[in-house]
Structures are given as structure tokens and as C-alpha cells.
């Protein structure tokens, strides 16, 4: 038998120890040709496309929106087509039927040639175990060698583990359509109850004051003019060098502290929820942040991100300042402590709500207090008191002058109208000139 390619599921990021199947160019047995794309895999946060090694006949041992685990066999190119095994396909069930048999998955009987992985040869001769007792099996790995040995438990299996019976809730198909969550937000719900389930976070919050706060950030900005979140970038990447339990993460019986700061700012422009990273943004100026920032905003509209951009995130910020929020509580994203939640400026009362979600695990509320003041009084040191209003826009109530036309170089004094409202007035008004 010449195998031409073998394909594996790949290590895309050390989050996604499995991924899914969402694209299979070619039927089962078809030529193809070297440069084609085989297959696509489906990651937390992007695709994969395998590519065709070279020529010869595809034979699939997956299922189309199926997942599976790194390393496993889920392809293979053949030089010949009659090496081509007949493909064996699982019996698929229904929601409501699969209730029935309390969620057992069936499993197909494999008719063709049984392939073993060189690690599971080597354990199988160590321990004189026949090669028949995985008769019927495709692919046969270190991991099942020692299952059947008794060595592993049979937990840690995927086919073992999906034939658990599964707390479901009831679906009655007259009363409810189902409609089938796709591997994003299976993912997003794995990474994001990975730390909530514990119960062990909280969530504190600041209002900042942001009345003439873009007066002085603006002038720094090419297109992100009135917006906080460049310079929220900014001033967190900075912050999080001195707080570093915010730019760590709990593995369990430890904390594992980030020698980078790598921020993450959440987007979903109808492309999906994904988390972009400003990679070294502790060291970026706020010029290169804003470049990152629309970087990899334009590298998501287009669907060019890469692998690189949306891993190795240390610190996650959720700006929804564009949604008018008021206020909201952010999750914490797997392998971080704490993630800044960022809402809607209220322009009556000049000022937005920052929120800090974090781990208990890691830190503790004074820290992030601390964190969250101190970001605080960073935003706010941008604010300009002498230039909240132009001098272009401050005029006299009464004699409509304005203070860049008044020569007397004294300036104007805040009053109230007789209606009650807040003015100026010149000094030549005042002392009724």
C-alpha cells in the first residue's frame, strides 16, 4: 500500500486541542492533484486549509462538521485508487432521537485496512498485544493501545468519552425548532465557562470623566478619532507591567504569569466574535497602537487573519463604547485573570463606565481596585480644563462677542442667565460698559 500523504488534525494553538471538520473539497476516492485543497478545519478563532502534497486519490476517515482530536488520522492520499478503502459511514441521529438512546453515538464498523501509528506498533509489540483485537477499527493510535491495555482511562478517549449519557434539556420537536451551534460559539462556551463555572470571579467598576478628554488624544490619532480604546490600549499595556497578576492566568495549581503583554480588544463586524492581539503593546506608542488596532481590524474584514494575530493574548478588552452601553459585566477569556470592559460615553453627563472582571484565583479585589483607579486617573490626566470649550465657541450672552475677538486680555466670567442658564460674559457686559 503506498500512502502518499497522511493528514492529521494539526496543533493550530495549544487552546485548541481539537478541531473541526468544516469543508471537504472532494468525495471519498477522488483524484486529486498536488496544491489542491483537501480539506478545511474550522480553530476557536480561524481556518486551516490542508493542501494536497502531491497527486494521488483522497480517502476520508471524518465527517463533515465533526470534531477531532490533534494528531488523529482523519485522511489519507493513496497513490492507487484501488487502494482506496470503502468508506464507512456513522449512522447520524436526530437531537430527539438521540434522547431516546440516551445520547449513545453509534459507532460504524470499519471494512478496510486497519492503520496503526509507529508509537502504537512499538507499545503493541512491547506488550505482545494482537493487532486482530482492532479489527473493525480505522486507525488505531498510542492512546487506543493503551486503553485497551488498561494503561490509560478510558475518559481521557473521545470515542469512549461520546458515549457518556449527556444532561440534556428536554426538546419537544412540536413546541421548538433546533438549530445546531456552530464550533465558534461551542468554543467561545468552553473557553468562556472554563473560568466562570468556578463562581471564583467578580467584577468592580469606575466611572471616568470625559468631558474634553479628546481634546489632546485626538491630535495623537489618524482614524480612530474620538475613541478610547486606542489609548486604553495604551495606557493598560503600561499599567499591567506593574500589575501583573492582571496579565497572568491559573493552570490549576498555579499561577502562570505572561513575560509579554499582549492585548486583546474583542470585535464582531458580522464576520463573528473574534480576539485580536496587539502584540507588545507595552512598548507601542499610541500612534502604533492605533496601527495594530486598524490593522488587524482590516485583516478581519477581509478574512486574512492569521494564526499569529489572535493567539498569545495575555489581557482581553471589551470595547462596546460604539453600542450604547451603559453598563455590562465581561467574561473572562480562558488563560487570562481579568478582562476591561469598556461602555458607552454619556454624553449628558460626560463620562463612560469602565469594568474589570477577575480571577480569584490569581488576585484579589484591592488589586484590581488599585488597577482601576490608577487607569482611571490616567484617562482623566488627558482631559483639558482650559480647553473643554474652544475659544472660538465661548461667546458673551449678551453682546454675542467671543473671547478670541475680546482685546482686553482679562477673559470672560462664568454666569447664570437670568432663564437659569449657564454663559459667559465679557468684562465689558459685566461692569455694564
Same mark, same amino acid.
Given at each position: 500500500m503506498a500512502i502518499v500523504q497522511e493528514i492529521k488534525v494539526p496543533l493550530i494553538a495549544v487552546n485548541d486541542t481539537s478541531l473541526t471538520v468544516v469543508e471537504m473539497a472532494f468525495e471519498h476516492g477522488s483524484l486529486v492533484k498536488k496544491g489542491d485543497v483537501l480539506m478545511v478545519f474550522e480553530t476557536s478563532k480561524t481556518t486551516y486549509d490542508v493542501i494536497a502534497e502531491a497527486a494521488g486519490y483522497i480517502a476520508y476517515s471524518c465527517e463533515l462538521d465533526a470534531d477531532y482530536e490533534v494528531n488523529e488520522v482523519v485522511a489519507i492520499v493513496y497513490n492507487d485508487a484501488a487502494e482506496v478503502p470503502v468508506k464507512a459511514v456513522p449512522k447520524k441521529e436526530t437531537a430527539v432521537a438521540a434522547k431516546?438512546?440516551?445520547?449513545?453515538?453509534? $459507532?460504524?464498523?470499519?471494512?478496510?485496512?486497519?492503520?496503526?501509528?509507529?508509537?502504537?506498533?512499538?507499545?503493541? =509489540?512491547?506488550?505482545? +498485544?494482537?493487532?486482530?483485537?482492532?479489527?473493525?477499527?480505522?486507525?488505531?493510535?498510542?492512546?487506543?493501545?493503551?486503553?485497551?491495555?488498561?494503561?490509560?482511562?478510558?475518559?481521557?478517549?473521545?470515542?469512549?468519552?461520546?458515549?457518556?449519557?449527556?444532561?440534556?434539556?428536554?426538546?419537544?420537536?412540536?413546541?421548538?425548532? $433546533?438549530?445546531?451551534?456552530?464550533?465558534?460559539?461551542?468554543?467561545?462556551?468552553?473557553? +468562556?465557562?472554563?473560568? =466562570?463555572?468556578?463562581?471564583?470571579?467578580?467584577?468592580?467598576?469606575?466611572?471616568?470623566?470625559?468631558?474634553?478628554?479628546?481634546?489632546?488624544?485626538n491630535p495623537s490619532l489618524q482614524y480612530l478619532k474620538n475613541s478610547l480604546l486606542p489609548v486604553i490600549v495604551y495606557e493598560t499595556a503600561r499599567l499591567l507591567s506593574t500589575f501583573k497578576e492582571l496579565n497572568a492566568y491559573f493552570t490549576g495549581d498555579a499561577v502562570a504569569y505572561y513575560k509579554e503583554v499582549n492585548i486583546g480588544f474583542a470585535i464582531d463586524i458580522d464576520k463573528g466574535l473574534k480576539v485580536l492581539r496587539v502584540k507588545d503593546a507595552a512598548i507601542k506608542s499610541i500612534q502604533e497602537v492605533e496601527a495594530a488596532i486598524m490593522d488587524l481590524s482590516n485583516k478581519y474584514l477581509d478574512d486574512n487573519l492569521l494564526v499569529e494575530d489572535l493567539t498569545g493574548i495575555s489581557f482581553t478588552i471589551t470595547d462596546l463604547s460604539a453600542e450604547n452601553v451603559h453598563f455590562f459585566r465581561p467574561l473572562i477569556n480562558m488563560m487570562n485573570s481579568a478582562i476591561l470592559g469598556v461602555s458607552s460615553i454619556d454624553e449628558k453627563l460626560n463620562r463612560c463606565i469602565l469594568s474589570v472582571s477577575f480571577d480569584h484565583r490569581v488576585t484579589e479585589g484591592k488589586l484590581a481596585a488599585q488597577f482601576l483607579h490608577e487607569l482611571k486617573n490616567r484617562l482623566q490626566s488627558y482631559r483639558s480644563v482650559h480647553h473643554t470649550h474652544p475659544n472660538q465657541d465661548i461667546s458673551c450672552?449678551?453682546?454675542?462677542?467671543?473671547?478670541?475677538?475680546?482685546?482686553?486680555?482679562?477673559?470672560?466670567?462664568?454666569? $447664570?442667565?437670568?432663564?437659569?442658564?449657564?454663559?459667559?460674559?465679557? =468684562?465689558?457686559?459685566?461692569?455694564?460698559?
Open positions: 431516546k438512546e440516551d445520547y449513545k453515538e453509534a $459507532i460504524a464498523y470499519w471494512e478496510g485496512e486497519t492503520l496503526f501509528s509507529p508509537a502504537a506498533i512499538e507499545l503493541m =509489540q512491547a506488550n505482545k +498485544l494482537d493487532a486482530a483485537v482492532f479489527k473493525g477499527t480505522d486507525f488505531v493510535s498510542k492512546l487506543d493501545v493503551e486503553l485497551k491495555l488498561g494503561i490509560a482511562k478510558p475518559a481521557l478517549n473521545k470515542k469512549t468519552a461520546a458515549n457518556k449519557t449527556v444532561e440534556l434539556l428536554p426538546v419537544d420537536p412540536d413546541k421548538v425548532t $433546533i438549530a445546531k451551534l456552530s464550533s465558534n460559539k461551542k468554543r467561545e462556551i468552553e473557553y +468562556l465557562s472554563n473560568i =466562570q463555572q468556578t463562581g471564583l470571579t467578580s467584577t468592580i467598576n469606575t466611572v471616568v470623566e470625559t468631558e474634553g478628554i479628546f481634546v489632546h488624544i450672552f449678551k453682546c454675542f462677542k467671543t473671547l478670541m475677538e475680546d482685546l482686553s486680555d482679562v477673559g470672560f466670567t462664568k454666569c $447664570i442667565t437670568p432663564k437659569g442658564a449657564e454663559a459667559y460674559i465679557c =468684562q465689558s457686559c459685566l461692569k455694564g460698559f
